[in-house]
């Protein structure tokens, strides 16, 4: 993590980077900061933090907000159009803009509840044994895709199997 002070940008390193003869010495190496302050060109530490994700500031709202697991294109669009903000890049965006942005996030199941409420579902689909538990126990496609040629990711690497001989290959 980069530290900053008014005229010296300080950047802490490991030991195990530096030679021997300067092991007992400060553990962080400082830089002249760009001149004209920080910001273009230099470091930029500001980010904005929506539901647990900081996301990204050079990109608009509405494809900032999808880096949140649980809001997709459409939802990103509806949160914009509830709150009629213009789509502008991320970083433009006032205090009072991101405040509102984050209690309008909040509403949605996104992030850990999300991903707990799916885990929950599928441990329960496994518990009662039906059909799709039961694809799910034994890691194959769930939603009815074909298994002969495809569906590699899921069932893993091919095992080759032997062939048998012919009965008339034993007998000479």
Request: hydrophobic residues 30%.
């Amino acid at each position: 993590m980069a530290t900053l002070s008014n005229s010296m940008v300080s950047v802490p390193i490991s030991p195990s980077s530096l030679p021997l003869s300067t092991w007992g010495r400060s553990s962080s190496v400082s830089f002249p900061a760009p001149k004209g302050g920080i910001g273009h060109g230099g470091l930029r530490i500001e980010c904005i933090r929506i539901g647990g994700v900081e996301i990204p500031n050079h990109k608009r709202v509405e494809y900032s907000l999808q880096y949140i697991h649980g809001i997709g294109r459409s939802r990103s669009r509806q949160i914009l159009l509830d709150l009629n903000f213009d789509n502008k890049i991320t970083k433009d965006l006032s205090e009072e803009e991101v405040i509102t942005l984050r209690k309008e996030v909040g509403k949605y199941m996104i992030e850990g509840d999300l991903k707990r409420f799916n885990r929950v579902a599928i441990e329960r689909l496994k518990e009662i044994r039906c059909y799709r538990g039961i694809r799910h126990k034994l890691g194959l496609p769930v939603r009815g895709q074909r298994t002969k040629n495809n569906c590699r990711t899921l069932k893993g690497k091919r095992a080759s199997v032997a062939k048998k001989k012919s009965p008339a290959s034993q007998e000479e």
